[in-house]
């Protein structure tokens, strides 16, 4: 009997304390999605770290507007609950909401600003936002943070997320030579400020 207390502490939760889990999961999202808002704030609190950190990587790492988007992905999580069917994990179904949820605002961002001539605002150049050189993480994030809108969406999206060059044309609207080409240009304006 000690050996499988040991064997349980090196290997992880046993089968039927990962069976309890998801089920308490999954009990949390059908009562949520009967509108128990209890039940809406656990899975808030499970879920909302891993969520920021994916908003603030879409949003180079501006916090303000991470924080603004992650709320966005919660009120339209809340909204949208009843369409969860449980045939993907539910931090998958979130991960993608924050996805198009982030799409959708840029979208309406660039409908917006084509009706409107923007104002230049020096702070935002390319140059503007150095890295301290205190480690290569930083350096990255900073390097990612400078890279053009369309060339970082393209970069995040492919190379940190994961997501395949069709699915990214798809939601941009784009074509899939275009998100090729800003991620190619993503990637070379990387290695150039890496370089520095």
């Keep these: 009997m000690k050996t499988s207390a040991v064997a349980s502490d090196t290997i992880g ?5 990962i069976g309890e889990e998801k089920a308490a999961a999954l009990d949390s ?8 808002v209890d039940a809406f704030e656990l899975l808030y609190s499970e879920h909302s770290g891993r969520i920021y950190a994916l908003c603030l990587r879409l949003k180079a790492g501006d916090t303000s507007d991470a924080t603004e988007l992650m ?26 909401l ?3 949820t982030m799409l959708e605002n840029a ?7 084509a009706r409107v001539l923007p104002m230049d605002d020096t702070s935002r150049l390319a140059g503007a936002a150095r890295s301290s050189g205190v480690e290569l993480k930083m350096d990255i994030e900073n390097a990612i943070a400078t890279l053009p809108k369309g060339a970082r969406l393209a970069f995040v999206l492919h190379d940190v997320e994961g997501y395949q060059h069709q699915e990214i044309a798809e939601q941009l609207g784009v074509s899939v030579g275009t998100v090729k080409a800003q991620l190619h240009r993503a990637r070379r304006l990387l290695r150039e400020r890496l370089e520095r």
């Design 13 to 17: 939760p046993l089968p039927s304390t």
């Design 29 to 36: 999202i059908r009562r949520a999605q009967s509108g128990d």
């Design 98 to 100: 924050a996805v198009n």
């Design 71 to 96: 709320q966005d992905v919660f009120v339209r999580a809340w909204r949208r609950l009843s369409t969860f069917r449980g045939e993907c994990a539910f931090a998958s179904w979130l991960h993608r």
């Design 107 to 113: 979208r309406t961002d660039n409908r917006r600003n």
